[in-house]
């Protein structure tokens, strides 16, 4: 009897071997597939998108592959914006909040500080006098000047508020054909 059960258990043992064998291409699949989902999906800080192979512009190539472009992306408050840095140092645009309720004009200036980030300056809202300084517009929400780097992955642009800090989130934009 003993040598029954050792057949049987060495005959469903190869049973369960081929199992595996058969299934062991989908298994791989799935698996590569969980492990390059993160890298498929957004990045949310600047270490992800390091990781995945994103490069940071410089000021050069900033001014060439965006200057005069519409880009397209959220804000860090969840508003959806549509803005343009134009070569003589303006921005312009607007926002909506999610749902598309609500449309908020924007202006100010840009400028590229000796660190090669780029600095932003603008007023939200209210009366947008183009090309005028920030300091000259009236009514609306006047926003601190901020300078971010900005990196590169595929055909998607980030800015992030630090270069150094993986940790630090990075908001995409796209250009809008």
Request: net charge neutral; hydrophobic share 40%; proline share 5%.
């Amino acid at each position: 009897m003993m040598w029954f059960d050792s057949v049987d258990t060495a005959m469903s043992c190869r049973s369960n071997e081929e199992t595996v064998v058969v299934r062991l291409p989908s298994v791989l699949l799935w698996l590569v597939v969980l492990l390059c989902a993160p890298f498929a999906s957004a990045q949310n800080n600047l270490g992800e998108l390091l990781d995945a192979g994103g490069k940071k512009l410089s000021a050069q190539e900033f001014q060439e592959q965006l200057v005069q472009r519409m880009l397209v992306g959220p804000t860090a408050a969840g508003l959806n914006i549509e803005m343009i840095y134009t070569a003589n140092g303006s921005v312009a645009g607007g926002g909506t909040a999610p749902g598309g309720i609500g449309r908020a004009g924007l202006g100010g200036q840009w400028r590229i500080d000796a660190g090669g980030k780029i600095c932003t300056s603008m007023i939200v809202g209210g009366p947008l006098a183009s090309g005028a300084p920030v300091a000259n517009n009236t009514g609306g929400v006047v926003l601190p000047e901020r300078c971010q780097s900005w990196y590169k992955l595929g055909e998607r642009y980030f800015l992030s508020d630090s270069d150094v800090d993986r940790a630090a989130r990075v908001l995409p934009r796209t250009v809008k054909q």
